[in-house]
């Protein structure tokens, strides 16, 4: 059974524990030391808000000492002009340098990425990565393969997205679909879980987010994921978890060119009720 640990000494009753749990599930009965309701101990979801909130450090979970929670540094956090400059300056890379991207360099990036929110703190996000050209080469060649069928069967997609011209660059020895990435990253999570995709694409987008700190670039693997739902022979390739869904994939890879501007973009649509 779960049960929040309280260090005696440290606490100040101040029950800011108490007003953050998303569970609301702390009680603080007669000014004493929090502690979770009776009978609704499994109902915590380990989300940590009440060890990170407590200014005192009194407060630790079974699964996460408050010694394992590192200080909010206040002085690496952003300001407005820096967040708008790591914002506006992350773009999707498409032309990648030879070199090969170091493991160490993608455990990195999936470390952040796991800090991303999920449905009840379930982290249920996994993930696989592909860091062979070789092996993404036949991926790219079997979802070629996948394009010609859908010119043929005259398919919708086929005249909006001008696959001819994708499939005519793959016989001309270029890569449409993976742009000649070193490496992918797919996240996967079961399909039986209702938030698998939103979960995962909250992650991926802070992998992708957080690439350019390493030194990467990244872009989303539209085609890879558009055929990742509907080729059985690239299922079998990606040979993911029994049960287990493609909800999203980035190419990734170092840099060849270094941009040296910021976009604009159309002003947003903004209905204000106030």
């Not at 940590?48 to 690496?76: F, Y």
């Not at 996000?125 to 069928?149: F, K, P």
């Not at 005519?168 to 879980?193: C, I, N, Q, T």
């Not at 802070?206 to 558009?226: E, K, Q, R, S």
């Amino acid at each position: 059974m779960r049960h929040i640990n309280v260090d005696q000494e440290k606490c100040r009753h101040d029950g800011i524990c108490k007003a953050v749990c998303p569970m609301s599930i702390i009680e603080m009965k007669d000014g004493l030391v929090p502690n979770l309701v009776s009978g609704l101990e499994e109902l915590c979801i380990s989300c940590g808000h009440c060890v990170a909130i407590c200014p005192h450090g009194a407060l630790s979970l079974d699964k996460m000492k408050v010694t394992d929670c590192p200080p909010v540094r206040a002085e690496l956090a952003l300001g407005s002009d820096q967040a708008e400059q790591f914002f506006r300056s992350r773009r999707s890379i498409r032309t990648y340098s030879p070199k090969t991207v170091e493991r160490e360099k993608l455990a990195r990036l999936i470390d952040l990425a796991h800090y991303a929110p999920t449905g009840t703190n379930s982290q249920q996000v996994q993930w696989l990565v592909i860091n062979s050209r070789e092996q993404l080469h036949a991926m790219g060649a079997l979802i070629i393969d996948m394009l010609r069928n859908l010119i043929k069967a005259g398919h919708p997609l086929a005249q909006a997205y001008r696959l001819e011209r994708s499939v005519a660059a793959w016989e001309a020895g270029k890569d449409p679909v993976l742009r000649g990435a070193p490496a992918l990253v797919v996240a996967h999570a079961p399909a039986s879980y209702p938030l698998a995709q939103v979960d995962s694409t909250i992650a991926l987008t802070f992998l992708d987010l957080a690439a350019p700190t390493v030194g990467l670039g990244a872009c989303w693997a539209g085609f890879f994921m558009m055929a990742a739902s509907q080729s059985p022979q690239l299922q079998e390739l990606l040979a993911l978890p029994e049960g287990h869904v493609c909800c999203g994939a980035l190419m990734i890879g170092y840099r060849e060119y270094a941009y040296h501007r910021l976009p604009t973009r159309k002003e947003p649509a903004i209905n204000w009720r106030e």
